[in-house]
T-cell receptor, first 112, second 113 residues
Framework: QKEVEQNSGPLSVPEGAIASLNCTYS??????FFWYRQYSGKSPELIMF????GDKEDGRFTAQLNKASQYVSLLIRDSQPSDSATYLC????????????FGQGTELSVKP | DGGITQSPKYLFRKEGQNVTLSCEQN?????MYWYRQDPGQGLRLIYY???????QKGDIAEGYSVSREKKESFPLTVTSAQKNPTAFYLC????????????FGAGSRLTVL
């Protein structure tokens, strides 16, 4: 079992729809969760992070964390073609010396 | 502007050659990291350093070496021992407080001919 798993996609949604990106992790000692966006050929850039169970909203983005189910998700409301990118989920576990473990990423395509 | 500078952006290497990728940061961050990314893959940790003159192996350190002689600089050498070095290499640093978020450089793309 991979430590951090994401569906590789591609996930295709129409412009204006809600895109839902999911991530599961195996280490119950995980304490910090991050979502990065990576455009093709570019480096990852942070969208948001979440530490506590529940939802965290930032503009059109909402991160959801459920530690009991070892599940974190990212919702993108009113998706735009400019949101088309690969979204990387990353998990930090202090059981592993605080290393940041990345999933393989989900490719999102927003169609006009 | 504060940030992380990686160079070169593109690099071509013949088999059997060592190459060094530069990473410089002016964010005053203590911790620095090197990741490798292959097509369709997530990031894999090569080496990291939490303080000057100290560094640790990550998950795929074989065939790579690093140094951390200055806080600002964390160069990565890809040696001839690395079996499949063609990849996108990303340097990152982590803030000393707050959310401990990783900030990435623009990356270096290495191609072995």
């Amino acid at each position: 079992q991979k430590e951090v798993e994401q569906n590789s996609g591609p996930l295709s949604v129409p412009e204006g729809a809600i895109a839902s990106l999911n991530c599961t992790y195996s280490d119950r000692g995980s304490q910090s969760f991050f979502w990065y966006r990576q455009y093709s050929g570019k480096s990852p850039e942070l969208i948001m992070f979440i530490y506590s169970n529940g939802d965290k909203e930032d503009g059109r983005f909402t991160a959801q964390l459920n530690k009991a189910s070892q599940y974190v998700s990212l919702l993108i409301r009113d998706s735009q073609p400019s949101d088309s990118a690969t979204y990387l989920c990353a998990v930090r576990s202090y059981n592993q010396g605080g290393k940041l473990i990345f999933g393989q990423g989900t490719e999102l395509s927003v169609k006009p | 502007d504060g940030g992380i500078t990686q160079s070169p952006k593109y690099l071509f290497r013949k088999e059997g050659q060592n190459v060094t990728l530069s990473c410089e940061q002016n964010l005053n961050h203590d911790a620095m990291y090197w990741y490798r990314q292959d097509p369709g893959q997530g990031l894999r940790l090569i080496y990291y350093s939490q303080i000057v003159n100290d560094f640790q192996k990550g998950d795929i350190a074989e065939g790579y070496s690093v140094s951390r002689e200055k806080k600002e600089s964390f160069p990565l050498t890809v040696t001839s021992a690395q079996k499949n070095p063609t990849a996108f290499y990303l340097c990152a640093s982590k803030g000393n407080s707050g959310a401990n978020v990783l900030t990435f450089g623009a990356g270096s793309r290495l191609t072995v001919l």
